[in-house]
Structures are given as C-alpha cells and as structure tokens.
C-alpha cells in the first residue's frame, strides 16, 4: 500500500484539502492525516500543537476555537500559489474521501491539557457517524490514548507508532497487544527485519514511514513491509507499481 503523509505534503501544504486531493489524484491506497481538537471541541487537521510553522498565526490549537482557526491561511507558508488554504476539519476531510480510500488519522495529544477527556469519546463517534470504522486506522504515539480508544470501540483498527527510548525492549507483537493495534508503524530508518517477521507472525500489519525515492522503497521492500508512507505519492505509486 502506499500511503500519503499529510497528504502530497511534498508537493502541497501538508494536511490541507489541497495536498489531499493530490493524493486522491496520484491513485493512493491511504490518506495519512494528523488531528488535534479545538477549544471549543472540534476535530482539526493540523501536525503541530502551534499554529505557527503552518499558518500565518500563532498560538496552541487547544486555546483556539474553530472559528478563530477557520481567520488563518495554511498555505502561503509553502507556495503563495496556495495562500488561502484553511485547516480542515476531520468530518471536511472524510467528506472528500472516495469510496474504498483507506484513512489514517494519527492523534496528537502531547501538550493539551485536556488530552484524557473528550478527544476519543469524539473521534469514536465521528468515525461511526460517518461509516467509516472499516476504513480508518487510528494511530498514536500515544499508546495510553490508544488503549482508551480500544476500551470504547473493539472493532476500531489502531496502529502503534514506534517510539525507541520507550518501546526500544519490546516487540511489534508485545505493543500491539498491550494497546489492542492491528499495526505496527516506524521510520525507515528504525525498521528491521526482526520487527516484520514478529508481526507478520503475529497478524500484525506493518507500515514505515519517511519513504520517499526509489532507493527507499527498495530499502524497505527487501523487509516485506505492507505499507510505505511518503510525501511525494504522486511519485511512490508510479515506482511501487511499475
């Protein structure tokens, strides 16, 4: 599978509706995505917990309201040719989502204040609104919100993303059972064959990301991985499927 990070964010403003709909374009299996919620308890698309490297703003996402996000450019940061690009909302997101596309919604809950409450009480129910439990994975470097997550819906798809200084001692198998994943996600540069063949042994999906030319895909083909997370999908679904 090859899935977009943050949308085509090589070639786009990541985690816009832009860079989005050039991954729908380039003919990907999977959108990766990153939420946070709002003040006032919204689902955003956006990586960091400041506005400010992404937007013309500044401030945490959590002290902001929708509305208040819904004021900032997301784009000309990149390319002035994208000025006017707003931050998304997850439902935005999924609204644009062809049938059969695969969604990874990766939570980001390092700073907020409020990240035990709500947040996965909000996503579970959004995903089920939308009919979308069969095609979302959820991922997070937070594995006690992935836990909590599990608590509430078992049939939820969950992916623990790898963190070495926590996670160096214990297998692909040993996480993913501690947090109920059904994935198991690294870096290109963290993947060892070790991981894939404990995974595969165990049902466990295997996904790596920062793939991004030729030399990388070959890279982590040779370990058998199941997905390849890229910033340029235009150019990864050519290489992986010729």
Same mark, same amino acid.
């Given at each position: ?173 040993? %996480?993913?059972?501690? *947090? ?8 290109? $540069? @963290?993947? #060892?064959?070790?991981? !894939? &063949? ?5 049902? %466990?999906?295997?996904? *790596? ?8 895909? $070959? @890279?982590? #083909?040779?370990?058998? !991985? &199941? ?9 990864? *679904? ?5």
């Amino acid at each position: 599978m090859v899935v977009a990070h943050r949308g085509s964010s090589g070639t786009a403003p990541e985690n816009t509706m832009a860079a989005f709909k050039l991954a729908i374009d380039a003919g990907v299996d999977m959108i990766e995505l990153d939420v946070r919620m709002t003040k006032d308890f919204h689902l955003v698309v956006i990586h960091d917990r400041d506005v400010r490297r992404t937007t013309n703003g500044t401030g945490f996402v959590w002290d902001m309201t929708l509305q208040d996000l819904r004021f900032l450019d997301a784009g000309s940061w990149f390319s002035p040719r994208f000025r006017g690009e707003r931050i998304p909302t997850l439902r935005e997101v999924i609204a644009i989502l062809p049938d059969g596309l695969g969604l990874n919604v990766e939570v980001k809950t390092d700073g907020d204040p409020r990240k035990e409450h709500a947040l996965e009480e909000s996503l579970v129910l959004l995903v089920r609104e939308q009919g979308m439990t069969q095609r979302v994975l959820v991922s997070s470097f937070d594995h006690r919100h992935l836990r909590r997550l599990h608590q509430l819906d078992t049939d939820l798809h969950l992916g623990a993303l790898y963190f070495p200084l926590r996670d160096l001692a214990k297998t692909p198998s040993t %996480i993913a059972r501690r *947090v109920g994943a059904r994935a198991f996600i690294c870096s290109r $540069t @963290q993947i #060892r064959k070790r991981f !894939v &063949d404990d995974a595969h042994r165990h049902g %466990i999906f295997v996904g *790596v990301y920062g793939v991004n030319s030729l030399e990388h895909v $070959t @890279q982590v #083909r040779r370990y058998g !991985v &199941d997905a390849v997370v890229t910033d340029y999908p235009e150019k990864i *679904v050519q290489v992986v499927r010729h």
